[in-house]
């Protein structure tokens, strides 16, 4: 099937299997490595993109479901060289560990921030719970989350 999307703001034309996942099409097709594959069964959310503004996990989305949509990816966040602050209070607060679910992580950061620019400690968690990480705790990504809120007002 013949797809069309925008994808970190350039369009892309392409011919996709009907089973084709998002994650597969983003990472093998476009080669937009930075949104992880983990669990495939949408438990941890390191394949979490935004389509069309709204955080999806990419593992359980098709890829032809997305025609005409727009995808940002954990590579369409920083603009000009410069880190988004999302980006930007995951390195400063040392928000990540081995990085496996830092795009994840920071993408539903991100959308958080679009909705809410002050966030509470709750706020943060809760948008949070569909994201799994294995090495922080999360208090560094809360920090971080913190961190970006701060820089962004």
Not at 18 to 47: F, K, M, N, W
Not at 68 to 74: F, H, N, R, S
Request: with cysteine.
């Amino acid at each position: 099937m013949k797809i069309t999307t925008v994808v970190n703001g350039q369009t892309y034309e392409r011919d996709v299997e009907p089973r084709l996942l998002l994650v597969q099409y983003l990472r093998e097709d476009l080669r937009l490595t930075g949104t992880h594959i983990g669990c495939e069964t949408s438990l941890c959310g390191a394949c979490t993109v935004l389509v069309n503004g709204k955080s999806v996990k990419s593992c359980t989305m098709l890829a032809v479901q997305a025609d005409g949509a727009e995808i940002t990816t954990i590579e369409g966040l920083a603009k000009d060289g410069e880190l988004d602050p999302t980006q930007e209070g995951f390195w400063e607060e040392h928000g990540l560990q081995c990085g496996f679910c830092t795009p994840g992580m920071i993408i539903s950061s991100y959308q958080l921030l679009q909705r809410n620019s002050s966030p509470s400690e709750a706020d943060i968690r809760h948008a949070l719970e569909g994201n799994l990480c294995r090495c922080t705790g999360y208090q560094h990504i809360v920090n971080a989350v913190q961190y970006a809120a701060q820089k962004m007002q």
